[in-house]
């Protein structure tokens, strides 16, 4: 599912040459910090450019955090380190956070609000402020649309 959404998110961004989006790429977001990082399954920068990084440095990329953070739940991610990632996201200023378990179709979702994430109490319809996609939960998948209201599809899906 993370390749889903990155790559329709990329996609959906194409023509717009700030619009970073990367997958499980590290995010130092203090200079001369390597140990305070995270690499989010998928991250959305508005206001850096597109383009191959080793590593996204924060103060590299004029202080812009990422806006937006995608995680996929898969049986190696504890509830902990889940923890540990949600206060990450939220001391460095995500707008954004997502979290998608694929094993029980679940979508848990946050939004900054007054400094702090706070949880988004429906899920199903929910349209992200920052994306402009519109998240629907059906028994059986996560479906997302584009704000033209096409639905992101798998690579196959294409072809």
């Avoid at 399954?41 to 937006?68: A, H, L, T």
């Amino acid at each position: 599912m993370d390749r889903v959404i990155k790559e329709n998110l990329e996609l959906l961004f194409a023509d717009n040459p700030n619009i970073f989006v990367a997958g499980d790429l590290l995010w130092y977001p203090i200079e001369g910090d390597n140990k305070t990082r995270q690499a989010p399954d998928i991250m959305i920068v508005f206001g850096r450019p597109k383009g191959d990084r080793g590593s996204y440095r924060q103060w590299v990329e004029d202080n812009v955090s990422p806006q937006v953070v995608f995680e996929i739940l898969s049986p190696g991610k504890r509830l902990l380190e889940m923890a540990k990632k949600f206060k990450f996201y939220e001391h460095h200023g995500v707008e954004e956070y997502y979290i998608y378990d694929p094993d029980k179709i679940d979508l848990q979702g946050w939004l900054r609000n007054n400094g702090e994430l706070n949880v988004i109490e429906e899920m199903k319809g929910w349209v992200s402020p920052t994306l402009g996609i519109k998240f629907e939960l059906t028994s059986e998948t996560l479906e997302i649309f584009r704000p033209d209201g096409h639905k992101f599809l798998t690579f196959d899906e294409y072809y």
